[in-house]
T-cell receptor
Framework: QKEVEQDPGPLSVPEGAIVSLNCTYS??????FMWYRQYSRKGPELLMY????GNKEDGRFTAQVDKSSKYISLFIRDSQPSDSATYLC?????????????FGAGTQVVVTP | NAGVTQTPKFQVLKTGQSMTLQCAQD?????MYWYRQDPGMGLRLIYY???????DKGEVPNGYNVSRLNKREFSLRLESAAPSQTSVYFC?????????????FGPGTRLTVL
């Protein structure tokens, strides 16, 4: 069983809708959580970074962490066609992990005009 | 400012052939990483270099070797390519190793081993 599970999609939404993405994980030691966006044939780029539980907002993006349920979410408000990409979650256990993250396989999002 | 560059962009090898994937960054970052990305598997760390002169194994190091040539360059070598190494390879760099340091990724090298 993978440590990090993510629905591969594709998730298709109309422009302006809220996109809801999530990952579940099994390792209770994870405490650093990240979301990356990856456009087709490009490298991933960091969107959001959170530590432990709680919410974090950055513009149209909101990241939530629920450590008790081992579940993290990313919400994209007022979605745009430019948000069409694959979204990867990543997580890590602690400061001695030298930036080594466990990545989810990614969810493909398609925002239709 | 090019960020992280990788060469080549595409490569086709026959089983048993060797090749080196090149990576360079111009952001004066200390730490560099090599990942592979396979469908349904996500990104997996092959090797990393926390600082110039050091390298360490990641999650899937078998069949690969690395060289941190200098602060800018970090190469990945396949000595005897196998079909299981068909993948997209990403190089990344960060100011320092450790959490809280964003990793910046290159555009990837698409490798097919026949």
């Amino acid at each position: 069983q993978k440590e990090v599970e993510q629905d591969p999609g594709p998730l298709s939404v109309p422009e302006g809708a809220i996109v809801s993405l999530n990952c579940t994980y099994s390792n209770s030691a994870f405490q650093y959580f990240m979301w990356y966006r990856q456009y087709s044939r490009k490298g991933p780029e960091l969107l959001m970074y959170t530590y432990s539980s709680g919410n974090k907002e950055d513009g149209r993006f909101t990241a939530q962490v629920d450590k008790s349920s081992k579940y993290i979410s990313l919400f994209i408000r007022d979605s745009q066609p430019s948000d069409s990409a694959t979204y990867l979650c990543a997580m890590s256990a602690g400061t001695d992990s030298w930036g080594k993250f466990q990545f989810g396989a990614g969810t493909q999002v398609v925002v239709t005009p | 400012n090019a960020g992280v560059t990788q060469t080549p962009k595409f490569q086709v090898l026959k089983t048993g052939q060797s090749m080196t994937l090149q990576c360079a960054q111009d952001m004066n970052h200390n730490s560099m990483y090599w990942y592979r990305q396979d469908p349904g598997m996500g990104l997996r760390l092959i090797y990393y270099s926390a600082s110039e002169g050091t390298t360490d194994k990641g999650e899937v190091p078998n069949g690969y070797n690395v060289s941190r040539l200098n602060k800018r360059e970090f190469s990945l070598r396949l000595e005897s390519a196998a079909p299981s190494q068909t993948s997209v390879y990403f190089c990344a760099s960060s100011p320092l190793a450790g959490l809280g340091n964003e990793q910046f990724f290159g555009p990837g090298t698409r490798l097919t081993v026949l």
